[in-house]
């Protein structure tokens, strides 16, 4: 059986913005950065 829980679904821009590092960025670090783009 496959469990889902950690599955988030996002955006196109969101998933590729995601994937941008090696190891890919999870989606609190993306979070993160979005939040810190809003305030400069």
Excluded at 16 to 37: G, S, V
């Amino acid at each position: 059986m496959i469990s889902f829980v950690f599955l988030l679904p996002v955006c196109p821009n969101c998933h590729a913005m995601l994937h941008r590092r090696k190891p890919p960025f999870t989606p609190e670090e993306l979070k993160a950065l979005m939040d810190a783009n809003k305030s400069n």
